[in-house]
């Protein structure tokens, strides 16, 4: 079956610029994250939705970075007046319903998104 | 808070060789832990994982231990194959038995040699 997707892949930006990166995760997945993995970087934590509330966004560096999943399926991440350390790879990860113990997160490719 | 550490790489075996990827983590609650792989050119894909003390989750030949005593989870196989050439991150899920964002150390690159 369809697995994550994330569009665009990459992404070139000038510095100042706003972006938007896309999320589509695996139908019927509950949870959705987003992480920051820097090159050479393990992913971190940037925030977390459950359908469409958003339980955890202590992860998101400042308030340039947004997150939205309105209908609970798709979400986007929003970057504004980019700066040249928001380059990175963003990752998206989904999971299905909670069944008591923490459910695999399944991540999608990625976006690297290029600063200049 | 919480934290992974695991061995910087990257690590050069040739194929057939005994792997050990070591793993210790530091979390306030009592964590589940995960082992994911990144081959290359591909996302990050789950290898294994584990939910309790002294569990051992295996994969595709791939095995590890969860230590409560040392707070450990060291990633472990046998015999190498070129096509195990990967980066291996381990993680930790703290949120008991809910969900929230996993908690990754920064990456092994595992390089095997024909």
């Known amino acids: 079956g369809a697995g994550v997707s994330q569009s665009p892949r990459y992404k070139v930006a000038k510095r100042g610029q706003d972006v938007a990166l896309r999320c589509d995760p695996i139908?019927?997945?509950?949870?959705l994250f987003w992480y920051q993995q820097a090159l050479g970087q393990g992913p971190e934590f940037l925030t977390y939705?459950?359908?469409?509330?958003?339980?955890?966004k202590s992860g998101l560096p400042s308030d340039r970075f947004f997150a939205e999943r309105p209908e609970g399926s798709v979400s986007t991440l929003k970057i504004q007046r980019t700066q040249q350390e928001d380059s990175a790879v963003y990752l998206c990860?989904?999971?299905?319903?909670?069944?008591?113990?923490?459910?695999?997160?399944?991540f999608g490719p990625g976006t690297r998104l290029l600063v200049l | 808070g919480d934290s992974v550490t695991q061995m910087e790489g990257p690590v050069t075996l040739s194929e057939e060789a005994f792997l050990t990827i070591n793993c210790t983590y530091t979390?306030?609650?009592?964590?589940?832990l995960f082992w994911y792989v990144q081959y290359p050119g591909e996302g990050l894909q789950l290898l294994l994982k584990?939910?309790?003390?002294?569990d051992k989750g295996s994969n595709k030949g791939f095995e590890a231990t969860y230590r409560k005593e040392t707070t450990s989870f060291h990633l472990e196989k046998g015999s190498v194959q070129v096509s195990d050439s990967a980066v291996y991150f381990c993680?930790?899920?703290?949120?008991?038995?809910?969900?929230?964002?996993?908690?990754f150390g920064k990456g092994t690159h595992l390089i095997i040699q024909p």
């Open positions: 584990a939910t309790k003390a002294d």
């Open positions: 979390a306030t609650g009592y964590p589940s």
């Open positions: 990860a989904s999971s299905p319903p909670l069944s008591g113990t923490p459910e695999t997160q399944y």
């Open positions: 993680a930790l899920n703290d949120s008991g038995g809910g969900a929230d964002g996993l908690t």
């Open positions: 939705f459950q359908n469409e509330a958003q339980l955890d």
């Open positions: 139908s019927g997945h509950v949870s």
